[in-house]
């Protein structure tokens, strides 16, 4: 399997974005990824059965199964980080304590809501 990417942006630093520890990263959209995933695949098969049609017969059941596990796969759920942003940051930051606290408190707990509670998350608001 070969994809081709165009870089959009490079940066030197994460500056926040994302943890330092994860080193070089390839930010992707979960979305995009699901999409590449299936294409890929349905034209592997579609070339396969193009070269030699028995092998329709042989992989049918195979085919089924695969493409049920890819319309059920979401990588938008495995995504290692997933970014917000805070409506009025200014707003929320140069408040008084308690408004600051309810409003990143408030932001995290509708990126949960967003992201279901089966997610494996933790919710940072760094400054």
């Given at each position: 399997m070969h994809h081709s990417f165009n870089l959009v942006k490079a940066f030197d630093r994460p500056n926040g974005k994302f943890g330092a520890t994860l080193g070089n990263v390839a930010l992707v959209d979960?979305?995009?990824?699901?999409?590449?995933?299936?294409?890929?695949y349905l034209n592997y098969f579609d070339d396969l059965i193009r070269q030699e049609p028995l092998f329709y017969m042989i992989f049918a059941e195979f085919d089924v199964a695969v493409k049920k596990v890819l319309d059920e796969m979401n990588f938008c759920n495995y995504a290692l980080s997933v970014n917000g942003v805070i409506q009025d940051p200014v707003g929320a930051y140069m408040g008084t304590m308690a408004n600051m606290n309810e409003k990143i408190g408030y932001a995290g707990n509708v990126m949960v809501d967003s992201l279901t509670l089966q997610s494996n998350i933790t919710v940072s608001a760094p400054i």
């Open positions: 979960c979305h995009y990824i699901n999409k590449i995933f299936e294409t890929t």
